[in-house]
Each structure stands twice: as structure tokens, then as C-alpha cells.
């Protein structure tokens, strides 16, 4: 059975940084791209980043320059540094899995696997 678990939420000032991290289990992950999305109160799912196996990424418009995802392939684990929060990033952060090999999905209709999803709360 496979689990996305995801850690590492909580609340941050603007400006401020955490650290998401996302441990997968139930199965080899090589070859999966592992992402992560993000959802506001009354708004839609939204692409946050993306990361390969080769660890080649993506991001979304929203972070880029202030986001990293990285992820250790010998732990299944995939993580998501955010800096410089601002109040806007403040949603339920999701962790998801995609077996398409090689490809960076953005569509949460692409994967296949989703954790509970984790609180990010940003104070301005």
C-alpha cells in the first residue's frame, strides 16, 4: 500500500522559511516524479513543484526563486524549502506521486498517489 506522509507544517511570519518534507512508502519510487501542491480556502488545487527521479524540477510561477524542492531517492523522501513566505502561501500543502517516467506533471489530475496534506499558516 503505498503512503505519502507528509511533515513539517505550521505557522511562519512573512518573510520567514520552513521545511516540508514528504516520505513515500509501499513501493520503488524510482522513475516517479514527486510533487507538491497547495490548497487555499475556496480556491482550486495549484501547482506548487515538481521533481524527477534524474531530479530535474519545475515550479510553479508563484515560487519560483523563493521554493526549492529537492528529494533523497535512497529515503523515498522528497522535501520543499520555502523562503521569504508571504501570507498568500499560506494553504494545506499536499504531497503526490506520478509513475509517468521522466515527465514533470503540473496537473493534480496526473498523479496517482496523494498524502493528507500538511497546514502552512503565514502571519503577515
Known amino acids: 500500500q503505498v503512503q505519502l506522509i507528509e511533515s513539517g507544517g505550521g505557522l511562519a511570519q512573512a518573510g520567514g522559511s520552513l521545511r516540508l518534507s514528504c516520505a513515500a512508502s509501499?513501493?520503488?519510487?524510482?522513475?516517479?516524479?514527486l510533487g507538491w501542491f497547495r490548497q487555499a480556502p475556496g480556491k482550486e488545487r495549484e501547482f506548487v513543484a515538481v521533481?524527477?527521479?534524474?531530479?530535474?524540477?519545475r515550479y510553479g510561477d508563484s515560487v519560483k526563486g523563493r521554493f526549492t524542492i529537492s528529494r533523497d531517492n535512497a529515503k523515498n523522501t522528497v522535501y520543499l524549502q520555502m523562503n521569504s513566505l508571504k501570507p498568500e502561501d499560506t494553504a494545506v500543502y499536499y504531497c503526490?506521486?506520478?509513475?509517468?517516467?521522466?515527465?514533470?506533471?503540473?496537473?493534480?489530475?496526473?498523479?496517482?498517489?496523494w498524502g493528507q496534506g500538511t497546514q502552512v499558516t503565514v502571519s503577515s
Open positions: 503526490a506521486a506520478d509513475s509517468s517516467f521522466g515527465r514533470l506533471p503540473v496537473a493534480a489530475g496526473d498523479y496517482s498517489y
Open positions: 509501499g513501493r520503488t519510487f524510482s522513475g516517479y516524479a
Open positions: 521533481i524527477q527521479w534524474s531530479r530535474s524540477s
